[in-house]
Nanobody
Framework: QVQLVESGGGLVQAGGSLRLSCTAS????????MGWYRQAPEKQRELVAT???????NYADSVKGRFTISRDNAKNTMYLQMNSLKPEDTAVYYC??????????????WGQGTQVTVSS
């Protein structure tokens, strides 16, 4: 099992910046992919960005050029630097980890979520 704890959400004006953090504990050796998802009120949860164990990144079109995902393996922590925030970025942001054991998918873990609110 992997436990994930997010931090760094808050209220910011449009055009501002925030940095989210997600610290993993437990069976972290089994993590092969980590990511950030978000869910706005009355909307489905959507992918924001992912980063593989090798450092490859992927972004939703809506955040490309504004958000940067990174990870510090020594600290077991993943980050999401969010710049040029827009009101439509308002959502609860969730940290995600996908695990594998050998060549077998071993499940996913979610953090508790952190609220990001962007005022216009």
């Amino acid at each position: 099992q992997v436990q994930l704890v997010e931090s760094g959400g808050g209220l910011v004006q449009a055009g501002g910046s925030l940095r989210l953090s997600c610290t993993a504990s437990g069976s972290i050796f089994s993590i092969y992919l980590m990511g950030w998802y978000r869910q706005a009120p009355e909307k489905q949860r959507e992918l924001v960005a992912t980063i593989s164990s090798g450092g490859s990144t992927n972004y939703a079109d809506s955040v490309k050029g504004r958000f940067t995902i990174s990870r510090d393996n020594a600290k077991n922590t993943m980050y999401l630097q969010m710049n040029s925030l827009k009101p439509e970025d308002t959502a609860v942001y969730y940290c995600n980890a996908e695990r594998m054991v050998g060549t077998t998918w071993a499940g996913r873990s979610w953090g508790q979520g952190t609220q990001v609110t962007v005022s216009s």
